[in-house]
C-alpha cells in the first residue's frame, strides 16, 4: 500500500495540535514496527523531541508495571490490552497517575473498558481514535466524556468525527451518498488517504473510487468496508464490517484469506475458520472448523504455522461430520458459532 510522507505529516500534524507532546513527556511504545500504529509512537516522539519508551515483548500482554516504573505520560495500543490488565487484577485505582493522554485505536473501545482505564489513569485524557491503515493509523475520534457518547446498542464509544481536513460519509447501493441516519459504507477521503495498492491496480479503483458527493463535489475516496452511520450531531458510529475482516488483539484479519490457507493445508474445500471467542465486540483468536480431511489436527497446525503468524493461528482445531451451509451454499459461519456457543454455556464459563 503506498502511503505518502504528505499524509503521514498530516497525521502526526493533527496528534501533535490535539496532544502538545513536549521533551517532558514520556511515550509508549506498544506495537512493532510492521504495525500502522508504531507510526504515531516513533514519530511523535521524534517529532516532538519526547522519550521513547519500548514496551518489551514478556510485558505486552500486561505493561502495568512497565506504565509505572517509566512514568509514562502517554499511552497508545489497541483496547484489548485494558482487559487483559483488568482480568489480572493489575487496574487498580488511581495506578498510572502519570498518564495524561491515552490513545486507543484499532479495533471498538467498550464503554467499560474506557472506564476501568479512567478510573486507574485519574489525569488522563481517554480517546478513542478510529482509522484503517488506508487512511493512515487514525482519522476520527471520540474521547470519554461524561455522559460518555455511545453507540446506540453497542456499549461502545462512538468513532466520534473526522480530523480536521478528513472527510467521512456513508455510501449505499452503487456509490450513492446517504442522508444523516441511515446506515451503509463508511467512506473517507482527504489528504491521509493511501495513493493505492501496489501492483493491484483493480483492487485500487475498486476501494478508492471516485464519486460525486452531493457538495463536496467529484473526490476520492476510500471504502471501508466497515458499516456505520452519522446521527443527528454529525456523529459516527461503528456497527461491524460488511464482509468477514475481523480483528484478533487489534492485527488486521480476512477470515477469507485464512480460509484459503486452511484449504490449501488441508486440501480439501470443506474447511473454515470463525473468529472465536468474541468479548466486548473484540475476537482473542480464530478457530478453524475441518471436515474429512484425512489428515491429523496436529499436522494442519503444523502447516498453517508455516504460512500464518502466531497471532492467526487457530486456538483449536474442530472436526466435524458436515459443514452447515446456509440455503444459498456457502458455509454457515454463524451455525458454527453457535455450536462454540453452545458448548461454553454447557461448560459453564
Ligand atoms: P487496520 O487497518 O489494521 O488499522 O484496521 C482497520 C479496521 O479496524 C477498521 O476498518 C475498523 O474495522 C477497525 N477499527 C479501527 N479503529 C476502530 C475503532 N475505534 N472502533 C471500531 N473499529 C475500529
Redesign the pocket.
Same mark, same amino acid.
Given at each position: 500500500m503506498k502511503i505518502e510522507t504528505r499524509s503521514v505529516y498530516h497525521f502526526l500534524n493533527h496528534c501533535q495540535t490535539l496532544y502538545n507532546i513536549g521533551p517532558e513527556d514520556r511515550v509508549s511504545n506498544f506495537s512493532e514496527v510492521s504495525?500502522?500504529?508504531s507510526v504515531l509512537d516513533l514519530w511523535l516522539t521524534w517529532y516532538a523531541r519526547a522519550s521513547l519508551h519500548v514496551v518489551p515483548e514478556s510485558q505486552l500482554m500486561a505493561p502495568a508495571r512497565f506504565i509505572q516504573e517509566h512514568k509514562l505520560t502517554f499511552w497508545a495500543s489497541v483496547p484489548s490490552v485494558i482487559l487483559f490488565l483488568d482480568r489480572l487484577k493489575h487496574l487498580k485505582e488511581g495506578c498510572f497517575p502519570t498518564l495524561r493522554v491515552s490513545y486507543?485505536? +484499532?479495533?471498538?473501545?467498550p464503554l467499560s473498558s474506557a472506564l476501568l482505564w479512567g478510573r486507574a489513569a485519574p489525569n488522563c485524557v481517554i480517546d478513542?481514535?478510529?482509522?484503517?491503515?488506508?487512511a493512515t493509523?487514525?482519522c476520527s475520534l471520540e474521547r470519554l466524556t461524561d455522559p460518555p457518547n455511545l453507540t446506540p446498542g453497542r456499549d461502545?464509544?462512538s468513532?466520534g468525527r473526522p480530523y480536521s481536513g478528513m472527510r467521512m460519509a456513508i455510501v449505499g447501493e452503487q456509490g450513492i451518498f446517504l442522508p444523516q441516519g441511515e446506515t451503509g459504507e463508511l467512506a473517507l477521503s482527504g489528504p491521509q488517504i493511501t495513493q493505492g495498492y501496489l501492483g493491484d491496480d483493480e483492487l485500487t479503483s475498486r476501494r478508492l473510487p471516485v464519486l460525486d458527493h452531493p457538495s463536496l463535489g467529484r473526490l476520492r475516496w476510500y471504502l471501508?468496508?466497515?458499516l456505520s452511520f452519522e446521527d443527528a450531531s454529525g456523529t459516527f458510529h461503528?456497527m461491524g464490517?460488511i464482509d468477514n475482516?475481523v480483528?484478533v488483539l +487489534?492485527?488486521?484479519i480476512e477470515l477469507e484469506e485464512l480460509d484459503a490457507h486452511l484449504r490449501q493445508v488441508c486440501k480439501c474445500e470443506s474447511v473454515v475458520m470463525v473468529a472465536w471467542p468474541i468479548r466486548n465486540g473484540s475476537a482473542e483468536g480464530v478457530v478453524a472448523f475441518v471436515c474429512a480431511t484425512g489428515i491429523t489436527t496436529g499436522q494442519i497446525l503444523d502447516g498453517l504455522k508455516k504460512r500464518l503468524p502466531p497471532y492467526a493461528l487457530p486456538r483449536e482445531i474442530i472436526e466435524i461430520e458436515s459443514m452447515p451451509m446456509t440455503p444459498n451454499g456457502k458455509i454457515d459461519r454463524k451455525a458454527l458459532l453457535n455450536i462454540l456457543a453452545g458448548r461454553m454455556q454447557g461448560s459453564g464459563i
Open positions: 504495525f500502522d500504529f486507543f485505536c +484499532g479495533e471498538a473501545l478513542n481514535h478510529y482509522g484503517p491503515t488506508e493509523v487514525g461502545i464509544l468513532i471501508t468496508g466497515d461503528h464490517r475482516q480483528k +487489534g492485527h488486521r
